[in-house]
């Protein structure tokens, strides 16, 4: 067994066959670099994961369609002592995008949101009268891939769009001429970044609609964005996905937040992951010590008289 397993899409669903194994080539290849062995095992059928030193849910690709199935096994794993990374807590957050709600409330730049629990022609129009638009984007609280994700003006069709709780922003064209930036961290540090464009005609950035990648220089804004949105929440991140889009003030605001499976793009790192790498590496140590801690103190425990050992004695009952 390899110290790290990745965990890769459910095996029955036929959507993700083949697409991760690509990506997944470039996180094993950055580890190896390193020494570092890695397995990969399909989350639904993941079985006794207690044994690796460092988990990670990075091509879970489709679990948003399984969503509370995903978060029993999340807390599943948590409960048995799987050394998750992004941790159980930051996963279970994660999954649906109400937290951008939060993260607005703590004062980071974010899109604009209505949160709807299901989304209808009177929310969109209420919608589009509060924030003082015309178009609008509507998409699910829990998704990926500009799933159910449809743009809407006044008398336009609702097809295609969310069909449970949903969440309404006013539409950023900027997405079209500048696309979407993705900020990629690395144990709290700014890795590397790209570019994502709709082809012509769409406002979808994904790959999967033939959107168009590229490497990315940072601006300074963009920076300083991603930095407060991270100072905003608490919690120990291997890794994070921050994607920024310019507002109608130009301003970099949060479209998403991606801390469960986030295509880490190592192919336009520069670095070709040699700090993913080192993070990993880091989180592997860390687990070394506590282990060996964990066994001396029970070494020295048992070197203690009976008595002195902390347990209750019949007597203290
Ligand atoms: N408010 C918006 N304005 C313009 N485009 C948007 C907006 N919201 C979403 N999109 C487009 O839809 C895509 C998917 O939305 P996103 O919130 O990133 O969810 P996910 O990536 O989880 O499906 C974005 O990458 C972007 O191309
Ligand atoms: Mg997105």
């Known amino acids: 067994m390899n110290p790290v397993c990745f965990l890769t899409p459910d095996p029955e669903d036929e959507d993700y066959h083949l697409l991760w194994r690509d990506t997944l080539a470039h996180l094993v290849a950055a580890l190896a670099r ?61 999954a649906d995008k109400s937290y951008l709600g939060m993260l607005a409330e703590r004062g980071a730049p974010v899109v604009p949101t209505i949160y709807v629990d299901r989304m209808t022609e009177a929310a ?32 336009g069709s609702l097809e295609g769009g969310p069909e449970g709780a949903a969440m309404i922003q006013p539409y950023l064209p900027a997405i079209e001429s500048e696309g979407e930036v993705s900020l990629i961290h690395i144990g709290g540090n700014l890795s590397h970044a790209i570019r994502k464009r709709p082809r012509a005609g769409d406002f979808r950035v994904q790959p999967e609609y033939d959107g168009i990648l590229t490497p990315h220089d940072p601006a300074l804004d963009e920076i300083h964005a991603a930095r407060r949105i991270l100072a905003a929440i608490d919690g120990d991140l291997l890794y994070a996905r921050v994607d920024l889009v310019r507002d109608d003030a130009v301003a970099p605001v949060l479209m998403e937040l991606e801390l469960v499976e986030p295509d880490l793009s190592l192919e336009f790192d520069p670095g070709k992951g040699a700090l993913f790498a080192e993070a990993v590496a880091g989180e592997l140590t860390k687990r070394q010590r506590n282990t060996l801690r964990h066994a001396q103190g029970e070494r020295r425990l048992d070197d203690l008289p009976l008595e002195n050992r902390g347990s209750p004695s019949p007597r203290s009952r």
Request: proline share 3%; with cysteine; charged share 25%.
């Open 34 to 94: 390193a020494g570092i062995g890695s397995d990969a095992r399909g989350w639904t059928e993941a079985g006794d994961l207690t044994g690796y030193g460092l988990v990670m849910p990075l091509l879970v690709w489709g679990y948003h369609r399984a969503c509370a199935r995903w978060i029993d096994h999340v807390t599943a794993w948590e409960r048995e002592g799987v050394d998750l990374r992004n941790p159980a807590n930051a996963l279970r957050w994660n």
């Open 124 to 155: 969109l129009e209420d919608a589009a009268a509060r924030f003082g638009v015309d178009r609008l984007v509507a998409k699910p609280r829990v998704s990926a891939t500009a799933w159910r994700t449809i743009r809407w003006a006044r008398g």
